[in-house]
Nanobody
């Protein structure tokens, strides 16, 4: 029910904008966010935004990435600036709910940053 898009190949220092839209009506949404998984590494939480608009970021992307959302559309965005090769990963969007099922995951979109 989550469709992510916007990944691709970009040179270091460049920018990309990821989008993730939820299809259908989803109630009791607590927040949305993005996680990523680099080759050979565990998935890590990158950015979150609550239904009230509070945001949080992993330290490695603070000041470079910005998460935003359209509550009415259950759509979340991730603006990624000043990209680094270490940002290369598959990025997954997710949607959190207060009731079960507690989490929906998108299918992932690949971001590759060349040096």
């Amino acid at each position: 029910q989550l469709q992510a898009s916007g990944g691709g190949l970009v040179q270091a220092g460049g920018s990309l904008r990821l989008s993730c839209a939820a299809s259908g009506t989803i109630s009791s949404v607590s927040g949305m966010g993005w996680s990523r998984q680099a080759p050979g590494k565990q998935r890590e939480l990158v950015a979150t935004i609550t239904s009230l608009g509070n945001t949080n970021y992993v330290d490695s992307v603070k000041g470079r990435f910005t998460i935003s959302r359209d509550n009415a559309k259950n759509t979340v965005y991730l603006q990624m600036n000043s990209l680094k090769p270490e940002d290369t990963a598959v990025y997954y969007c997710w949607l959190g709910r207060f009731t079960a099922p507690f989490t929906y995951w998108g299918q992932g979109t690949l971001v590759t940053v060349s040096s």
